[in-house]
């Protein structure tokens, strides 16, 4: 099993920047993948950005690209997601998970809320 705990999330106005931050504990061994993830009030969650978790490569949605930033601290094993130039429309519940070696992002974090006012 992995336990993940985000935090960080706030308010924040348009323009600011936040950092998400997610704490994986138990068997970490197993993952192989960290991803964040956002659900806005009515539409369904969406995928945001994605890290490896023993290598380098990262993937981000259209509306991340060039905005957030994932990056990984593996001696504390946590995972960051640095937004900056926030948006109102980047008001969501964001969450981490953790994928395992069957591609199945199998663990899940409690979410955290990000809100950003114009």
């Known amino acids: 099993q992995v336990q993940l705990v985000e935090s960080g999330g706030g308010l924040v106005q348009a323009g600011g920047s936040l950092r998400l931050s997610c704490a994986a504990s138990?068997?970490?061994?197993?993952?192989?993948?960290m991803g964040w993830f956002r659900q806005a009030p009515g539409k369904e969650r969406e995928f945001v950005a994605g890290?490896?978790?023993?290598?380098?490569?990262?993937r981000y949605t259209d509306s991340a690209r060039g905005r957030f930033t994932i990056s990984r601290d593996n001696a504390k094993n946590t995972v960051y997601l640095q937004m900056n130039s926030l948006k109102p429309e980047d008001t969501a519940v964001y969450s981490c998970?953790?994928?395992?070696?069957?591609?199945?992002?199998?663990?899940w974090g409690q979410g955290t809320q990000v809100t950003v006012s114009s």
């Open positions: 138990g068997r970490t061994s197993s993952i192989l993948a």
């Open positions: 890290i490896e978790w023993s290598g380098t490569s990262t």
């Open positions: 998970a953790a994928r395992n070696y069957q591609g199945v992002y199998a663990y």
